[in-house]
């Protein structure tokens, strides 16, 4: 399994070993918490509100045509997707339908880019670069599954899935007026499944927590046009390696 989801991340993988020694030093930490309960009504209520702020990496999942150099004159060999890094705020709700079940739902306005870098070699060997910045709306709904409250902290593991759709989708550019500068454009609208985990803190006034979570784009965004950047892929899928600050009251 785990070689499995490196396969799908890529390097984005490489940043969940610091995250999650990040999380056992919060649990550690937790477990030295005085005998004191805050916030000891909070898990009576049913539902409960907040807002977000997270770090993403976001990244491409993409598949080049067979015999890529065969196809083109200009000799291109290699295709490859790196990430960037950009930033979420989103509001979230919760709503408890057991002790220890909850449901999730986090709309939030994502800030991302993507690069692409397609490599040709023939009597120069030269890189080009495409920047692909995108502007989403999420709406995720996960399914939270929250171990037995401990003092002040409490930790816990969700999955589910998400609507994406992106406001800078570049669909409708015509390149006509781009004056030759052709561009990667992808469809506006994905749907992603999900799956992260955290850990939860009650504060005196509200609630703190941490949350890692990887989703994987379940669509083809790529547009295809008559240029060598769109015609050299089979597919794009977008993929995103969340880190979240989450506070609740």
Known sequence: MYKSLQRSFGSQWKSIPIAFLFLLVCTGSAKSQTSDMNLPNYNHARVHFGFIIAINSTNFSLEPIANLAGHFADSLKTIRSAPETGFNLG??????????????????????????????????????????????????????????????????????????????????????????????????????????AGVEFYLPYFKFGLELKLSEGIRNLLIKDNTVYTQSLEYLKSKVFLVSLTFEG
């Open 91 to 196: 509001i979230v709700s919760e709503l408890k339908i057991g002790k220890y079940l909850k449901i999730r739902f986090v709309p939030d306005l994502a800030f991302a880019q993507r690069d692409l870098a397609y490599s040709f070699m023939g009597i120069d060997t030269f890189t080009v670069t495409k920047k692909i910045a995108s502007t989403f709306l999420d709406f995720p709904v996960d399914l939270k599954l929250i171990s037995k409250r401990l003092k002040n902290f409490e930790a816990y593991i969700m999955a589910g899935g998400k609507y994406i759709t992106d406001l800078a989708s570049q669909r409708s550019v015509n390149e006509s007026l781009l004056g030759g500068n052709e561009v990667v454009r992808l469809i506006r609208n994905d749907y992603a499944y999900e799956a992260g």
